[in-house]
């Protein structure tokens, strides 16, 4: 390779060789001159999935009516699209629209990477207010609204059918007969319930299922302070519930090492009867060839007949960044996002609508439909959308090893309890 | 001479545990939708489909994800190779002041933490308005593996008897052509190993990948990869497809350059 | 010794202008690379912060904060664990297949190839890959076990297991890197010297010990360094594989410093922490180096 006679010269032409490729090729992706508004979303319009297509058609839909706007979407992980629009907008940039998962909006306001959209959004809700699920003061921070959810989800009951009759057991209608079931239709080969205490993506598995019992229990995760608040009474009452599952084999010693992808893994595969998990996911786990088909959804059982637990809600939403440079054409973006012209395509996709116009679809005479209005109605007189403070991370880490606590070392409930609400107090407002 | 069976034995071993848990991945790789997870597991898919296969290559974009890790890790391992032989070459060779500090130091470079840059990383590359290209993957690549190739190299060079040296420029070559002409082809399976190191470094990377870009058609292959971790579970069968795809031209440099893992070269030289 | 040839003052001063000459692009790149970053990261360690906005300065308070905080010396325990452990079965495990690939037998490339398959698929695969494998559930590698009579073992919930769990992926996708290191040295091991040994005698033990050994020394510094380091700062294979768990028996310190700053948004801890695992990978090189070259003086 070196052997040539011009040893040196031809080191040097490979080297400029390859600045020459990287000049040519490589300058940073820029797009063309018209109004161009930069969408951040983690969905992909050229996937092949259902909610990509309906995301596709949206975008498409929106710059055929008004050709004087150019949306350039950039499809960004869910796990990082946070962290990378902080860091844009602390560097002065950031895209014009982004997409914010509802669990992480305090996060943003704080950081302020968006923009309140009041001067828009009041407007708009007024024509709207009848049609629209909710409410934007589930937005609002001071006085000023930030986000609108353009799809929602709840977290519901997840059960085997064929489990529970081939066990001859009823539909649980509390969470003690819901630990009795799944007592009776766990073995060896089946977990009976699972909630999820892994470490990994940050306990969300766990604060999913214990966040909604809590409230049902009456407690809270903070009070009005910030402060822990889930070490109280109502927190005693439903870790115990899950120490006693674990006790008694309603759920096996796996669960404490599962996150909500393990569990949707557990569910396909036949090893796992009940849980708790998102609506969004159980179109998933219906691909199961073996378990699809008796996979079923209900709404979350309270400790009392008749009082089921409040459905935790969450949506994505979508936001204006701080730094946008085109916001009205971000609004108008928004707002045809929101329209039932495309709420209907994605509620096909297996999502919650928010605009109550849609569920006229004959669609929702289907099977999937009818479950999802079954959705809607939970989210409707039980839901509540979960509030979370900025720390929310290190909050959810705490809970789940507090969980873990209990359920591997036997720790007991109050004392586990009383040191995750110790350390997250000592931590707060760091 | 005794006999080889002991050695083809224990290179299977070896070769079954490295391939057997990637058995599993293609074997996922194969199967349709809704068997992919199964209890009990089962190995051999029933029937094997390409219907993943065929979603990856045709319906998402990682094809151009391909193309791009190969530009930027093609790229890299040039430029890495360029900076780090010669500098592996003073260290073996040249006595100077500061030699040891500025070895060291230059090592101390791979010593900071990538999640530690990563921020001031992306606002520099900001404001010398290099963010979301490929000149800067590739120049921040080639920084962190220059200094464990330039100390891999010196390893290497070291071997190589300082006598060639001493013949070459006796014969009249300067410092330079004899670096180019005598020494570097003899250090040859060095420079592939550290050729082949930086490669996988490049096409695996994530962490600099995701920071520096942002728009798809800059994306890298891991960083493709990643978006199969869905919020709506993962999809393990594209996945694996794409994870399978993504070995090929890795396996293919390997084979390309594995050849020059080949012994007698200095000896060849001793004697000439 | 150098025995370069030229010692008058003029080609000493060439001499030495070639060699800076020859480090200058390594100097340059990593320089204008890393320099800025580090500094940058020591600046914001110095402050007390709120996203990415600096609060007040506080000079070294979150480097005292890190010293009274016992997870600080617990993730520390767990780094090193994991660091120590896997390279105490890395490098002869490397060196081992190193030497069986290096012997002439049929379909060398064949082999080669697929035994360093591991290393070529990245960490998040490896992690979901093995968490999967593992998994007491569903996974085929526990099923596996279960057949044979080992019962139900939850590897990633009980923390005797997890961490040596963790060093087990670990190894299974690093030591290629190893092997191709210390193939491609083996390699340059003259013909004459594996000649004469066997011409005179000595046994396969002492060739190695004493020949092979430690003509490939070198490249074993360079090799323990890389992986040193390579260890310490991982993050990607102990996030997705455990997160730190369960209970934080498999937080090492750079999955702290992932989450303090990534996570947490605490940015000035997480930058002391970040130097904190640089002080250490500088204090873990200088001893491999101090030590081998003790060695080789012997």
């Given at each position: 390779m070196w052997r040539d006679d011009d040893g040196k010269g031809r080191v040097l032409r490979v080297v400029l060789l390859v600045v020459a490729v990287l000049l040519a090729v490589g300058g940073p992706a820029h797009a063309a001159a018209k109004t161009t508004i930069t969408f951040w979303t983690f969905l992909n319009p050229e996937a092949a999935d259902p909610r990509s297509k309906a995301l596709k058609v949206g975008i498409e839909g929106f710059m055929a009516e008004n050709p004087d706007i150019e949306i350039k979407t950039e499809t960004i992980h869910w796990g990082k699209i946070d962290g990378l629009a902080i860091q844009a907008a602390a560097a002065g940039g950031g895209p014009d629209v982004l997409n914010v998962y509802s669990v992480q909006l305090t996060k943003h306001v704080n950081a302020k990477t968006v923009a309140p959209l009041n001067v828009y959004s009041e407007k708009w809700y007024a024509q709207n207010k009848n049609d629209y699920l909710i409410p934007p003061k589930e937005t609002t921070y001071d006085g000023k609204v930030y986000a609108l959810l353009w799809e929602t989800r709840v977290w519901v009951l997840w059960y085997r059918q064929d489990l529970l009759e081939k066990a001859g057991v009823k539909m649980p209608q509390t969470l003690d007969e819901l630990a009795k079931a799944a007592q009776k239709i766990g073995s060896d080969r089946l977990q009976g319930f699972v909630v999820g205490l892994s470490d990994t993506q940050l306990g969300a598995a766990f604060v999913e299922t214990f966040e909604p019992l809590l409230w049902g229990a009456g407690g809270s995760l903070l009070d009005a302070k910030g402060k822990a608040a889930f070490n109280g009474p109502a927190g005693e009452r439903v870790m115990q519930?899950?120490?006693?599952?674990?006790?008694?084999?309603?759920?096996?010693?796996?669960?404490?090492?599962?996150?909500?992808d393990d569990i949707l893994s557990g569910v396909k595969a036949g090893t796992i009867g009940m849980t708790f998990q998102g609506s969004m996911r159980v179109s998933a786990a219906r691909e199961s060839k073996d378990f699809g088909s008796t996979i079923r959804t209900a709404s979350v059982p309270g400790f009392q007949a008749g009082k089921p637990t409040p459905g935790l809600a969450a949506g994505q939403t979508l936001t204006i960044g701080a730094n946008s440079k085109h916001k009205d054409a971000a609004w108008r973006f928004i707002e045809y996002f929101l329209s039932p012209k495309v709420q209907l395509p994605f509620s096909k996709a297996g999502i919650v609508p928010v605009r109550k116009s849609v569920y006229a679809d004959p669609f929702f005479q289907s099977p999937e439909g009818r479950e999802?209005?079954?959705?809607?109605?939970?989210i409707d007189k039980h839901g509540?959308?979960?509030?979370?403070?900025?720390d929310f991370a290190k909050l959810s880490e705490l809970l789940a090893r507090a969980a873990q606590d209990v359920v591997l070392r036997n720790v007991p409930v109050k004392t586990a309890l009383d040191e995750a609400a110790a350390k997250y107090n000592a931590q707060a407002g760091q | 001479m005794t006999t080889k069976a002991p050695i083809y034995l224990l290179l299977l071993c070896v070769v079954a545990l490295a391939v057997v848990p990637l058995l599993w991945g293609l074997s996922t790789a194969l199967k349709p939708k809704g068997e992919v997870v199964t209890y009990p597991p089962r190995w051999i898919p029933r029937p094997p489909t390409l219907r993943n296969f065929s979603v990856v290559l045709r319906e998402t974009s990682m094809p151009r994800y391909f193309v791009n890790s190969l530009l930027i890790g093609l790229c890299s391992v040039v430029l890495t190779l360029g900076v780090g032989a010669h500098a592996g070459y003073a260290l073996a060779r040249f006595r100077f002041p500061g030699k040891h500090a500025l070895?060291?130091?230059?090592?101390?470079?791979?010593?900071?933490?990538g999640i530690s840059i990563l921020v001031p990383l992306y606002a520099l590359a900001s404001k010398v308005k290099l963010y979301d290209g490929y000149s800067i993957l590739v120049i921040v690549c080639t920084a962190w593996q220059v200094p464990t190739v330039m100390w891999m190299l010196k390893g290497f060079l070291e071997t190589v008897p300082r006598e060639l040296d001493e013949s070459a420029l006796i014969d009249g070559c300067t410092r330079w052509s004899a670096f180019y002409r005598v020494i570097l082809p003899l250090a040859r399976p060095g420079l592939a190993a550290a050729a082949l190191l930086t490669f996988v470094f490049v096409w695996n990377d994530f962490l600099i990948a995701f920071t520096l870009t942002v728009s798809n058609s800059r994306r890298v292959v891991a960083v493709g990869l990643y978006q199969y971790i869905s919020q709506y579970g993962i999809e393990w069968g594209e996945l694996m497809a794409a994870v399978t795809l993504a070995l090929l031209p890795v396996l293919g440099m390997f084979l390309a350059l594995q050849r020059h893992f080949i012994s007698g070269l200095t000896a060849g030289a001793m004697k000439g | 010794m150098d025995r370069s040839i030229g010692s008058t003052p003029r080609a000493f001063l060439g001499r030495h202008a070639q060699a800076y000459l020859f480090m200058l692009p390594a100097i340059l790149v990593a320089g204008a690379v890393s320099l800025y970053p580090i500094a940058y990261a020591f600046f914001l360690s110095l402050f007390r912060t709120r996203y990415l906005e600096r609060l007040a300065f506080i000079g070294l308070g979150n480097y005292r904060q890190l010293f009274a905080d016992p997870a600080f010396r617990q993730n520390l325990m767990h780094s090193l664990t994991y660091v120590f452990g896997s390279l105490i079965v890395v490098l002869p495990f490397s060196l081992g297949v190193a030497i069986l690939l290096n012997q002439p037998v049929k379909y060398r490339a064949v082999f080669r190839a697929l035994i360093i398959l591991?290393?070529?698929?990245?960490?998040?695969?490896?992690?979901?890959?093995?968490?999967?494998?593992?998994?007491?559930?569903?996974?085929?590698?526990?099923y596996a076990l279960e057949r044979?009579?080992?019962g139900k073992v939850s590897v990633f919930t009980d923390t005797r297991f997890a961490l040596p769990t963790l060093i087990g992926v670990n190894v299974w996708g690093s030591y290629p890197m190893a092997v191709i290191l210390l193939l491609a040295a083996l390699q340059t091991i003259p013909k004459e010297l594996k000649e004469a040994a066997r011409v005179d005698g000595t046994s396969r033990w002492q060739h190695f010990a004493h020949i092979t050994l430690p003509l490939v020394q070198p490249t074993l510094l360079v090799a323990t360094i890389m992986l040193t380091l390579l260890y310490f700062n991982m993050v990607t294979l102990v996030l997705i594989l455990t997160g730190g768990g369960p209970l934080g028996a498999t937080e090492v310190l750079s999955l702290r410093a992932l989450k303090e700053g990534f996570d947490f948004w605490h940015v000035g801890y997480a930058a002391t922490l970040g130097i904190a695992i640089f002080f250490f990978n500088v204090v873990f090189s200088l001893l491999y180096i101090r030590l081998l070259r003790q060695e080789a003086l012997q």
């Open positions: 519930w899950i120490a006693d599952l674990a006790r008694t084999g309603g759920m096996g010693k796996a669960a404490a090492g599962m996150n909500a999802v209005i079954q959705w809607r109605d939970y509540r959308v979960g509030r979370y403070p900025e | 070895a060291f130091g230059i090592l101390a470079t791979a010593m900071i933490p | 591991p290393w070529v698929v990245s960490q998040t695969i490896i992690a979901l890959l093995w968490g999967w494998l593992l998994n007491p559930d569903f996974g085929p590698g526990m044979l009579g080992a």
